[in-house]
Nanobody
């Protein structure tokens, strides 16, 4: 079984900085990709940033130039450095991991989410 655990959310002022971390653990054979999504109240969950096994990275237009995703492949860990935070970045941030487990079955796992609140 595979688990994903996030940490690092909190309350920060407009223009502030936060770093989120996410680790995948359990019966993992290989990670295909990991990413961060967020959901604001009353809105659908949306992609923030993702990184694939080959190192390819994709960002939402709204966070380009402000957020940086990075990954430690050996540790199945991904970080999201968030700079110049804005009130509209407020939401629950979820980590997602996709890959193959030790039985070579595909998994697509979500973490429990961590709250990020940016005050104006």
């Amino acid at each position: 079984q595979v688990q994903v655990v996030e940490s690092g959310g909190g309350l920060v002022r407009d223009g502030g900085t936060l770093t989120l971390s996410c680790s995948a653990s359990g019966s993992i054979f290989a990670i295909i990709g990991m990413g961060w999504y967020r959901q604001a109240p009353g809105k659908q969950r949306e992609l923030v940033a993702e990184v694939n096994r080959g190192g390819g990275i994709n960002y939402a237009d709204s966070v380009k130039g402000r957020f940086t995703i990075s990954r430690l492949n050996a540790a199945n860990t991904v970080y999201l450095q968030m700079n110049s935070l804005k009130p509209e970045d407020t939401g629950v941030y979820y980590c997602n991991a996709k890959g193959y487990d030790s039985s070579r079955r595909v998994f697509d796992i979500w973490g429990q989410g961590t709250q990020v609140t940016v005050s104006s």
